[in-house]
């Protein structure tokens, strides 16, 4: 296993960490302990899950896996999160979850989630940062964190703030150029660094043709996902990479991946980026160059939620109201504000047919 430093928390943390949001048969604690302790005899240190993740079962799951890997003196560290914004929503969240997750404090808490910047304004507003200030002098939490699905400038004056101590953000093969700003922050901070969503949420497994630019030329026998998992670890920045695990076997597979990882230097990931637009044709890669409607439709956001009908539907989905409303907290009627300018189809550099795909959605 391979251990970063989690920002500057003194904390060592597992570059593989197990994310709680996917496990295949979450009543079946007996498995789920399984998986847990086998991903921390292989060095995972660092469990993430959430009060909403199977409606607390997660959390539950993760109690007892914490009690099977004290009682085997496996070291690991506890992340969860809170959507509650007063405090006392905070506290009560709060006791819940140390009695669900069988632990006295935890290690990394996150605001869980933050849309849009007047959402944090909201939520300050409310007087989060103070409770959660006095959450960590009275020893319940350890270090406060933020997840967010921001992009581009949003996230980076997002984590700018200086109250933060870590990062939980989406990033991947597939929308890499969507957060590099986060990286500003994330250096300029020395924030911990946790990317979710590794394999984009599914889309990288299922279509290795758009992800061929990942390989190291000459190694046709590296799978997509090993070199997706690679791509990531090559960013020194990233403290951990979550997995949702739904399977031992695949906690087996991380591991193996981790073990056989070969790092690239700076230059060969700058190269492997630069090759991914002739890749993606078509498929919105979230540059943003688009991002100035004038009529304020969040247009990388929409093209986003098309991507999904393009690589990732699902029977009985409607993958672009789907994406639209639980990643990006948009309603779909936005896209017919769109006066069909053409400002964004200029800018686009994937010459994508934005109107076109709008009115789609717009219906
Ligand atoms: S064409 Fe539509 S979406 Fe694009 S910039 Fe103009 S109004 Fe906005
Ligand atoms: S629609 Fe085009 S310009 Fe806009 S984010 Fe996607 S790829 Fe970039």
Known sequence: MIFRDYGQTGKKVSLLGFGGMRF???????????????????????????????????EIVFGKGFAELRRRNLPYYAATKTFKTTESDIRTEIEGQLKRLDIPAIDFYHIWCITSLDNWQDRKKDGILQTFKKLKEEGLIRHICVSSHLIKDEIRELLMEGVFEGVLFGYSAYNFQTRQEAFDAIRARKLGAVVMNPLGGGIIPQHPELFKFLHRPGDPGEGTVAAALRFLW????????????????????ALNAINGYQPRTAAELEAVKARA??????????????????????????????????????????????????????DKSIAGKCVSCGQCESACTQHINIIERLKEIAG
């Open 24 to 58: 295949s048969h979450v009543d079946d604690h007996e498995e789920c302990v399984r998986m847990m302790v086998a991903a921390a005899e292989g060095g995972v240190n660092y469990f993430d899950t959430a009060p909403g993740y199977f409606e607390t079962k997660s």
């Open 234 to 253: 090559d960013h020194p920045e990233i403290s951990v990479t979550l997995e949702g695990f739904q399977t031992l076997a695949q906690v087996q597979e």
């Open 277 to 330: 637009d002739a890749s993606f044709e078509g498929i919105c890669t979230g540059c943003a160059y688009c991002d100035e409607c004038p009529q304020d439709i969040p247009i990388p956001q929409f093209m986003d939620a098309y991507n999904q009908k393009l690589l990732n539907s699902k029977p009985g989905v409607d993958p672009i109201a789907d994406r639209l409303k639980w990643h990006w907290q948009l």
